[in-house]
């Protein structure tokens, strides 16, 4: 029985080496998890920057097409007017975000006789939004 036992002895727990060479794996694992952490933060931030630009073109575009049929402004053809927001300024800034800023262009009769194609765009830092729609006039 004195031999079985003796055989084991040596086996028992881990060596240095062992240890070592687990926790440099561990480490890699944890380095590369802090690297995707840091991608999808940046992805987060630019995200939310680009919907804070679709949310602003929207909004613009929401109150012009509230004007009334017979505004002058939908008669007439106008290019890259800039929006001038409810508090004077041309430019909008929330908390921790870029400065925005909005420009519309009214092209009247288009695509038909007492219309008026209206396209809104938003420049901020991630590039330019875009909207374009269409609303009835009344001469």
Same mark, same amino acid.
């Given at each position: 029985m004195k031999v079985v036992l003796d055989n084991y002895r040596g086996n028992q727990g881990f060596t240095l080496v062992e240890l070592l060479v687990a926790l440099t794996i561990f480490s890699i694992g %944890?380095?590369?998890?802090? #690297?995707? *952490?840091?991608?999808?933060?940046?992805?987060?931030?630019?995200?939310n920057r680009l919907s804070q630009e679709a949310s602003m073109a929207q909004g613009v575009m929401e109150q012009i097409l509230a004007?009334?049929?017979?505004?002058?402004? %939908?008669?007439?053809?106008? #290019?890259? *007017?800039t929006w001038v927001f409810s508090d004077g300024s041309t430019t909008y800034s929330?908390?921790?975000?870029?400065n925005l800023s909005a420009s519309y262009t009214v092209i009247a009769n288009s695509p038909l006789a007492?219309?008026?194609?209206?396209?809104?765009?938003?420049?901020?830092?991630?590039?330019?939004?875009?909207l374009t729609e269409y609303k009835k006039t009344v001469n």
């Open positions: %944890l380095l590369a998890l802090a #690297s995707m *952490q840091i991608t999808a933060i940046q992805g987060n931030a630019q995200a004007w009334k049929s017979d505004d002058a402004r %939908l008669k007439s053809s106008s #290019s890259n *007017q929330e908390t921790g975000s870029s007492n219309m008026a194609t209206i396209t809104v765009n938003v420049q901020g830092p991630e590039g330019v939004a875009t």
